[in-house]
């Protein structure tokens, strides 16, 4: 069964820096996706960004980016030039290729003060 | 693109009462449709998997009889929360996945629907 495991659950940082949130997963799958999706507090859910992993290359989305380690079984998100509307909490998760459940980690709550 | 849409955005009922939760893709068709429930500052647990013109696949533990999931067309899935009570309460979440137009294994999540039963 695939795990996904989100270390850190609340982060800070000030406005204008960059932040790193952490997640790895575990998998004996050698094709799947994983993706960051945040939950403001108004609790929709919205996707940030999505990584194949057949892609060697990080996929990134304006001041978001991935670092993806496959052999580490790693996926952090860097959020960078970090503005208040990013406090949320992020979630990371992982589906299978051809599969269609979403696994999700735990949450890291982020905060970004003035 | 790829909007999802949930009505109503909260409920309160008294207990013993039925509640259904729509569930609509806006723009664009989706076969399969899931369904979470979310605790407070607990992440997202799938509770079905919704697919157009079949029966819903639940989760282990979830009851079938209890939580109720029609997905009549390729737009709209319902959730309905039968004879309700107050441990029913919670933040109720439904995603889509879009069959064209962009990339099938992306969920797109609706706004959610708070229910409390009192």
């Known amino acids: 069964a695939q795990t996904v495991t989100q270390s850190q659950p609340e982060m800070s940082v000030q406005e204008a820096e960059t932040v790193t949130l952490s997640c790895t997963y575990d998998?004996?799958?050698?094709?799947?996706?994983l993706f960051w999706y945040k939950q403001p507090p108004s609790r929709q859910m919205i996707l940030v960004i999505r990584?194949?992993?057949?892609?060697?290359q990080n996929a990134t989305e304006n001041r978001f980016s991935v670092n993806f380690q496959k052999a580490a079984k790693s996926f952090s998100l860097k959020i960078s030039d970090s503005q208040l509307g990013d406090t949320a909490m992020y979630f990371c998760?992982?589906?299978?290729?051809?599969?269609?459940?979403?696994?999700f980690g735990t949450g890291t709550r982020l905060q970004v003060f003035p | 693109g790829a909007v999802v849409s949930q009505h109503p955005s909260w409920v309160i009922c008294k207990s013993g009462t039925s509640v259904k939760i729509e569930c609509r893709s806006l723009?664009?068709?989706?076969?399969?449709m899931f369904w979470y429930r979310q605790f407070p500052k607990q992440s997202l647990m799938l509770m079905a998997t919704?697919?157009?013109?079949?029966?819903?696949?639940?989760e282990q533990g979830v009851e079938k009889d209890k939580f109720l999931i029609n997905h009549a067309s390729l737009t709209l899935s319902t959730l309905t929360v039968t004879s309700a009570h107050p441990e029913d309460s919670s933040f109720y979440i439904c995603?889509?996945?879009?069959?064209?137009?962009?990339?099938?294994?992306?969920?797109?999540f609706g706004p959610g629907t708070r229910l409390l039963v009192l």
């Open positions: 995603s889509a996945r879009t069959t064209s137009g962009g990339p099938k294994e992306t969920q797109y």
């Open positions: 998998t004996s799958e050698s094709n799947y996706y």
């Open positions: 990584q194949e992993a057949y892609k060697q």
């Open positions: 998760a992982f589906m299978k290729h051809g599969g269609d459940k979403l696994i």
């Open positions: 723009d664009f068709q989706a076969t399969t």
């Open positions: 919704s697919n157009e013109g079949s029966k819903a696949t639940y």
